[in-house]
């Protein structure tokens, strides 16, 4: 079957996963705010779920239209052709979300999106109750100044959910934006890595992973695996050949320090679970005493900062503090995610190219440094 898909994703990388879709064999990529669009079969999707490095979910899309009324919402959503993806056993919950539209109230387009699929299914199956027992079809809207999107969401627990971080330290960054962070700062499979403030390690590990082309959901299913949707052979297929792609015999080291020995230790067990604690090597140490001994590396890190850890002024500190460490050399480069406007005043000189990223619902600037 030819589907047509969306990757939500984090606002600055949307660039990112339409280039990553395209690699995969995606057709007809269009990136949009916060999500990129795309085509392909069962084998794509499965292959999206198991290799989007930088999305957070994979979507199929049902339809997409214009209303302005309830009726016109009710009328349409019914229209799709829901048995195709729904059994009578089945669980439908419906979420979303409306942005500058005349139907405005969420709980509303909820309800009456749920009643258009029901009345649709009771037509298919003739049966007047649906006891939702089975298999969850997580059924998603987004109303944007009336453009309704109506998806099912094939991956279940968000992708950035890698399964090596059952738990984190405080204010831990996002995996799909530490993976972004390593790929716009161009991170090789032969590069020396350094994270100075590695926290739980997880711009480490998904370094790691990009650098020995790791698929992040290698080791997961998802709730489209329940459906029956993509046959067992496409998943061995596709799990088969990120197996194949991995790269063995690499330079690759990554150095990470933190002040606390607990996020050592966290570090290691997380990279334990994803099979790339060999490339890493720890220890506890402050910032002011970072002294790398390779002549070339590729330094991606996340420092405290007054939104999420320390206040504004010791943010700032240790901003100018990184600035004299950080020296402007060849062979080296530097990524810095920061809030803060005033980072590039406080780190001594003006970054080579700035991206802006959010993390979480803080907006940020990559600041990177390469010259």
Partial sequence: ????????????????????????????????????????????????????????????????????TFTELFDTVKLINWSDFIGSQDTFPVKGYSLNSELHSVP??????????????????????FEETGPVH???FSIIKD???????????????????????EAPIRE???????????????????DPFCGSGTILIEGAMLAHNIAPGINRNFEVDRWGFVPEAVWKQER????????????????????????????????????????????????KDFCPTSEKGTLVTNPPYGERMLDIKDAERLYNIMGNKFAAKH????????????????????ADKRRKLYNGMIKCQYYMYFK
């Fill in 1 to 68: 079957m030819y589907l047509y898909m969306v990757a939500p994703c984090l606002f600055g990388v949307e660039s990112l996963v339409a280039d990553e879709l395209k690699f995969m064999g995606a057709e007809n990529v269009v990136s949009e705010n916060g999500r990129v669009f795309f085509e392909g079969d069962e084998s794509i999707l499965a292959r999206a779920n198991i290799n989007c490095r930088f999305a957070e979910r994979i979507l199929i899309v049902l339809d997409r239209f214009k209303a302005v």
């Fill in 240 to 287: 088969q050949r990120c197996r194949d792609i991995i790269k063995t015999d690499t330079d690759f080291v990554a150095f990470g320090t933190d002040i606390d020995y607990r996020a050592i230790e966290l570090t290691l067990a997380n990279a334990k679970r994803i099979k790339v604690d060999t490339f890493l090597r720890l220890d506890t140490a402050d910032i």
């Fill in 331 to 350: 062979g080296w480069s530097y990524g810095i995610i920061s809030p803060d406007e005033e980072f590039e005043k406080c780190f001594g000189r003006k």
């Fill in 138 to 140: 997580q059924i998603q």
């Fill in 108 to 129: 509303d387009c909820q309800k009456i999106i749920k009643k258009a699929v029901v009345e649709s299914l009771k037509e298919d199956y003739h049966i007047s109750w």
């Fill in 176 to 194: 799909t934006l530490a993976a972004a962070m390593c790929s716009l700062s161009k991170l090789r499979h032969y590069h020396t890595m350094y």
């Fill in 147 to 169: 453009d309704v999107t109506i998806m099912l969401d094939t991956s279940g627990t968000g992708l950035h959910k890698r399964g090596y971080r059952p738990e984190a330290n």
